[in-house]
């Protein structure tokens, strides 16, 4: 079952590869630059009627509907968030008639979640899923939707299903832009970036090695800082709940600029610092918190597709380059590595961390 590998979080995550291809087969457009995406029984009026998306999911689940709703206003300009199912359906939420809610999940089976589309349909909202098992509670709850084609996930730190996650909102995204303003050529940058997806994540795990490196050198740390800005937001915030969830190393997830408010007291020789950096036109501003984290004598390892001035980080992950609204996609890849080299070093039950459950059915 675990095909030669030691457990199955590896498994998982070397199959992202072929796991991201599946997700996108015959799905993509080139003649129009957009996707098809049948399942969501939406017509281009349906979808042009569209005023505001919200994601909802559960731990990884809702970071990746953050990064999906980073992608739905980089591409389609229609407001988006993501917010934690259970907070929704314990808030009394205002259900906005003219907006599309999506539900996030891999195993399908999550209460708090399944709770929150039983809430929105119960006040008549429009809400499809995203799951990655077929005929699943919430599946058929939502009745329409995205299906992830990750395959079945069972290590409970979900590696190729988030991605897959990330690579459909990538998707609705540009289906919801084209049926608006995006240009054919906007949309065409996007479709040949996803195709180039599953050979930049193949060139991002062949560095496991030298992630594993990394992670030795830090797994004795007690407390880790994650940070991001925008789209590297939640990049860090999932990286952080990575470490945590499998390492039982304490991580925080801070906005960068957030830093210097409050958590900067905290940065010293013994609190690592690892800072996304997209090469995207916040790059300025990521090395500007790197140099704030090194000033305080805190080591960095940054997570970057760009050139950084050499000896600026401890430590530099690299992955390539693609599009830079798909840069989530690839930059949480090393973070899995770093998570599950972390772990390793220090003699975790990987698949099955204390106190957790891949799916959580109950209140
Ligand atoms: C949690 C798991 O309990 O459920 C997380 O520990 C997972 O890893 C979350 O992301 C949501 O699960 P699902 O199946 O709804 O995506």
């Known amino acids: 079952e675990l095909g030669g590998h030691t457990d199955f979080m590896r498994k998982e995550m070397a199959e992202q590869p072929e796991a991201i291809a599946r997700a996108l087969r015959g799905r993509l ?59 929704f359906r314990y808030r009394n939420p205002v259900v906005d008639p003219d907006a599309l809610y999506v539900a996030v999940s891999q195993s399908g089976e999550t209460l708090d979640t399944l709770a929150a ?28 939707g995205l299906f992830l084609h990750a395959g079945p996930e069972v290590s409970v730190a979900s590696t190729k299903a988030l991605t897959n996650m990330t690579v459909s909102f990538a998707m609705l995204a540009l289906l919801l832009g084209r049926v608006r303003d995006l240009s054919a050529s906007a949309g065409q940058r996007i479709v040949t970036g996803l195709r180039a997806l599953p050979g930049h994540v193949e060139r991002v795990l062949a560095d496991d090695a030298d992630i594993a490196r990394i992670a030795k050198r830090f797994a004795h740390a007690e407390h880790m800082f994650f940070l991001g800005r925008v789209r590297g937001w939640p990049v860090a915030r999932e990286g952080a709940q990575k470490l945590k969830e499998i390492s039982y190393v304490h991580a925080e997830a801070y906005q960068s600029a957030e830093l210097k408010h409050g958590p900067l007291a905290l940065v010293d020789a013994n609190m690592p610092s690892v800072v996304i950096v997209p090469a995207d036109d916040l790059l300025a501003k990521n ?29 530099v992950i690299r992955v390539p380059r693609g599009e830079p609204e798909l840069d989530p996609i690839l930059l949480t890849i090393p973070l899995q590595l770093l998570a599950y080299h972390t772990a390793s070093a220090l003699g975790r039950d990987i698949d099955k961390p204390r106190n957790l459950a891949k799916s959580v059915t109950v209140e």
């Open 287 to 315: 090395l500007a918190t790197i140099e704030q984290v090194k000033a305080r004598g805190g080591p960095v390892i940054a997570i970057t597709n760009a050139e950084l001035p050499s000896g600026l980080a401890d430590e």
């Open 29 to 87: 457009d080139e003649r129009f630059a957009t996707a098809h995406l049948g399942g969501l029984g939406l017509d281009p009026m349906a979808l042009r009627a569209v005023k505001r998306v919200k994601f909802l999911g559960c731990g990884s689940a809702y970071y990746a509907g953050q990064m999906g709703a980073t992608l739905v206003e980089e591409l389609a300009r229609i407001p988006a968030d993501a917010e934690p199912a259970s907070e």
């Open 117 to 144: 589309v039983q809430e929105l349909r119960r006040k008549g909202g429009r809400v499809i899923g995203a799951v990655n098992v077929v005929g699943s509670a919430i599946a058929r709850e939502c009745g329409s």
